[in-house]
């Protein structure tokens, strides 16, 4: 008889942890590698090549190594100041589009080794690689593949010198957490002393698998950022301003075109995982110029940047440009540790604990996915609800009337993103209220969650907060419920520093250069000009948008003298406001021409200025 009941109970203990069935993945899931990518959140980049001491942003590939010669150069106050700043590491850019090495390869003549720098005996790479160690930071390369500077560029020839750079790399210099392949490509460029234009198809040229064959052997634990053809462990965001979609899922179609809205937004039937990374820099342009020291965001801009992005599913790339000194400015290393002390305050006081929360459903009612899960402070524990149930709320309920106004969530994705649409409410003066998200783009602004999703409103005092999932593509699986109160920043104005009206007579057409493709500046009256500044438009439309300049003055009896010709470089990606200075004339009008239109036969601008003495 005792064995019977023996036999009894256990038999009651496998069936009813049965019936406790776990829930399935739900489309696509991130790797392993995805995960600890996503988990850093914050890291950032450092961009510092011969730019740095060009002024420029884009180096045409000729530009003399006897530039390359800081004084006090000290990466250990890179990775110092990125650590203060949050970030979790630093990805660097050992080759820009110029083609110039930031380490000895031994490739090319076209790096360090031939600078007076350390009398060629430097190695940049190396020295950074050590400083993320001791400080704790993961190190990380962007290696671009454009390069204006080398001969072969186009030819199959160039590919394989491209992944021996990238072997060297990959095995010299430790743990690489991350690869990242700029797509950007000009077209023109020196090329060993050719000096012309090289297009290549992207989709075919660079040989994507064989390289990512080797990339994975080489460095198992790495994540490849591509935007320059196949599809990579992570996707940009298709912009460089600092934001993501609101609806963000981590999915894309693994085959096929990528437009704006694709990498702005995910793919919610997608069929892979690749989460976004929003890469943005500190001060308007990725490389260091002088005058842009007092245009260093502000402490508002980056939080709302980091709203945008952290809290919109994506990890954030900051940049940091280094000086022609060879370290971090100052202006950017406080706004970096202010920033990253806001962010640390904000949550690390969270308002839900001592809270009593409720759902409407839980998994076969089973402790085991209970509410509780949410706020147990793991990260692989979570509330989860019955198969069928695709909509369910939480009430959390302070008990006191409490003052808050940042709300936090995150899916547990290792089991793939579910939830489509949730909506928050606030229960003040004996009624439930919406709130909505003051960032919205659209209705209250509250659809997907993915990792982690923050929903900022204006400071409310309730004693109760509900969270209603209104949709999920599958039962919700969640992780973490947080409330926080954050101190009011004055928000930037909109476009403020970036744009002002006009001061001049502007008119389109006339010119040398045909109808549209030049703008006329009256100055009314002259005026001692020394340089031109170019605002192109701002509405992520590429028509119109001017990459190649000539810049005239009118010397009378409508004659034009050409005082200046370039590339506005990296417009399209980043439309800030470009700058060209020449040396002071002076007139009553000056005329821009466009020699290269990114599309469209018009030029468009937001905004024309010149600078006068
Ligand atoms: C762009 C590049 O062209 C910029 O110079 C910068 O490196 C940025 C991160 O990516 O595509």
Redesign the pocket.
């Known amino acids: 008889m005792r064995r019977y009941s023996f036999l009894l109970i256990t038999l009651l203990i496998i069936c009813t942890s049965c019936s406790i069935s776990r829930p399935t993945a739900c489309g696509p899931t991130p790797t392993k590698q995805q995960i600890e990518l996503q988990d850093m959140e914050e890291y950032a980049?450092i961009?510092y090549s011969l730019n740095t001491y060009t002024d420029q942003?884009?180096g045409y590939g000729n530009e003399d190594v006897n530039l390359f010669n800081p004084k006090n150069l000290d990466p250990r106050q890179w990775a110092r100041t990125c650590k203060e700043s949050g970030m979790k590491g630093i990805i660097f850019?050992v080759k820009?589009?110029c083609g110039f090495c930031m380490w000895p390869s031994a490739y090319t003549e076209y790096s360090v080794k031939n600078s007076p720098w350390k009398n060629g005996q430097g190695d940049v790479v190396k020295e950074l690689a050590e400083a993320c160690k001791e400080y704790g930071l993961r190190f990380a390369v962007?290696l671009?593949p454009w390069d204006r500077n080398h001969a072969e560029y186009g030819r199959p020839a160039y590919i394989d010198y491209f992944r021996n750079q990238l072997r060297e790399l990959l095995t010299n210099y430790g743990d690489i957490y991350e690869v990242?392949f700029?797509?950007?490509n000009g077209g023109n460029g020196y090329y060993g002393g050719a000096n012309e234009t090289r297009h290549i198809d992207r989709t075919t040229y660079y040989q994507w698998a064989e390289t990512y064959r080797m990339i994975r052997e080489l460095q198992p634990n790495i994540v490849i950022w591509n935007?320059g053809g196949d599809r990579g462990d992570l996707r940009w965001v298709g912009t460089?301003a600092g934001f993501i979609g609101e609806t963000n899922w981590s999915l894309l179609n693994k085959d096929g075109d990528v437009p704006f809205e694709m990498l702005h937004y995910g793919l919610e039937n997608g069929n892979v995982w690749v989460p976004g990374e929003t890469?943005t820099?500190i001060r308007p342009g990725?490389?260091y110029h002088d005058q842009e020291n007092s245009r260093v965001k502000s402490l508002s801009k980056l939080m709302e940047t980091y709203y945008k992005s952290v809290g919109r599913n994506s990890t954030l790339l900051l940049?940091f440009p280094i000086t022609r000194d060879g370290l971090i400015h100052q202006e950017d290393s406080l706004r970096g540790s202010a920033f990253a002390k806001m962010v640390r305050e904000i949550f690390s006081n969270d308002l839900i604990e001592g809270a009593s929360l409720t759902a409407t459903n839980t998994r076969n009612n089973s402790s085991k996915y209970s509410i509780k899960h949410a706020i147990d402070g793991k990260t692989n524990t979570y509330w989860a609800t019955d198969d069928d149930v695709k909509t369910a709320a939480v009430t959390i309920d302070f008990g006191k009337p409490t003052t808050f106004n940042r709300f936090m969530t995150c899916e547990y994705i290792q089991l793939g993103q579910r939830v489509k649409d949730f909506k928050l409410e606030v229960f003040v003066n004996g009624t439930w209220e919406p709130l909505k998200d003051i960032y919205a783009e659209r209705g209250d602004g509250m659809t997907t969650v993915g990792r982690k999703r923050i929903i900022c409103f204006p400071t409310v005092t309730a004693s109760k907060l509900r969270f209603t999932i209104v949709d999920s593509k599958a039962c919700p699986l969640i992780s973490r419920l947080g409330v926080f109160l954050a101190p009011e920043l004055t928000p930037d104005i909109p476009g403020s520093g970036e744009k002002y009206s006009t001061k001049w007579n502007v008119s389109l057409a006339g010119g040398g250069n045909g109808n549209g493709r030049s703008v006329i500046i009256d100055l009314k009256g002259k005026k001692n000009v020394k340089g031109l500044r170019y605002l192109p438009p701002q509405d992520r439309n590429t028509r119109g948008i001017v990459m190649d300049y000539a810049v005239f003055a009118s010397v009378g009896n409508g004659e034009w003298k050409e005082i200046s010709k370039g590339e506005f470089?990296?417009i399209v990606?980043?439309p800030i406001w470009q700058t060209v200075n020449f040396p002071a004339i002076t007139t009553d009008r000056i005329r821009l021409d466009a020699v290269r239109l990114a599309s469209g036969e018009r030029i468009r601008f937001e905004d024309i200025d010149v600078v006068t003495e």
């Open positions: 980049f961009h942003e884009w850019t820009h589009h962007y671009s990242w700029d797509g950007a935007d460089e890469n820099s990725w490389f940049n470089s990296n990606n980043n």
